[in-house]
Antibody, heavy 122, light 107 residues
Framework: QIQVVQSGAEVKKPGASVKISCKTSGYTFTSYGISWVRQAPGQGFEWLGWISVYNGDKKYAQKFQGRLTMTTDTSTDTAYMELRSLRSDDTAVYFC???????????????WGQGTLVTVSS | DIQMTQSPLSLPASVGERVTVTCRASQSIGTSLNWYQQRPGKAPKFLIYTASNLQGGVPLRFSGSGSGTEFTLTISSLQPEDVATYYCQQSYSVPWTFGLGTKVEIK
């Protein structure tokens, strides 16, 4: 079955960077894209960006452009998200989710990884 | 950005009761509206895409409707395992945006 497994929780200081991995299995990794979404404590969801595994095309939420990097490794069927210049309000659970296909982003997310808690604190 | 507004924020209901959650978009989004279920401490589960299409494996008691700016998620007969927060999300234009959720509980 399709599985999406993320790396473990991280604690970072303000100004630091965090890199989260998202390992997939059970489907053809190169035929889909990956979106990254976060959920701050007690808050709703916020979409950060999308990357096509097929051709590397990317879409960003404007507020994260410039400090968000999304990459994929087709040798391990793993996607990565790096967020730089962390602030306290970046504290959230970060999710990856399969999104879209060869034709581009679709904008719905299925399935999701289990989430990675990133805590930003001095 | 397209703003998504859900109501109510909390919805207590009895087992077997029909439950309806409403989602409104700040502009017309056609049928580019999706629904997710999030149980406490879990990742969201994809329920419905393009307003009314049930994702495979989702129980038939779930249904979605609407177009333009107003959408509904209906659970025809609430079951204990449906206790969760339900989120709508628009896929009409980037950035994809979500509603703040409706928490469905057993009365």
């Amino acid at each position: 079955q399709i599985q999406v497994v993320q790396s473990g929780a991280e604690v970072k200081k303000p100004g630091a960077s965090v890199k989260i991995s998202c390992k997939t299995s059970g489907y053809t990794f190169t035929s889909y894209g990956i979106s990254w979404v976060r959920q701050a404590p007690g808050q709703g969801f916020e979409w950060l960006g999308w990357i096509s595994v097929y051709n590397g095309d990317k879409k960003y939420a404007q507020k994260f452009q410039g400090r968000l990097t999304m990459t994929t490794d087709t040798s391990t069927d793993t996607a990565y998200m790096e967020l730089r210049s962390l602030r306290s309000d970046d504290t959230a659970v970060y999710f990856c989710a399969r999104d879209g296909g060869i034709e581009g982003a679709i904008g719905w997310f299925d399935p999701w990884g289990q989430g990675t808690l990133v805590t930003v604190s001095s | 950005d397209i703003q998504m507004t859900q109501s109510p924020l909390s919805l207590p209901a009895s087992v077997g009761e029909r439950v309806t959650v409403t989602c409104r978009a700040s502009q017309s989004i056609g049928t580019s509206l999706n629904w997710y279920q999030q149980r406490p401490g879990k990742a969201p589960k994809f329920l419905i895409y393009t307003a009314s299409n049930l994702q495979g494996g989702v129980p038939l008691r779930f249904s979605g409707s609407g177009s333009g700016t107003e959408f509904t998620l209906t659970i025809s007969s609430l079951q204990p395992e449906d206790v969760a927060t339900y989120y709508c999300q628009q896929s009409y234009s980037v950035p994809w945006t979500f509603g703040l959720g409706t928490k469905v509980e057993i009365k």
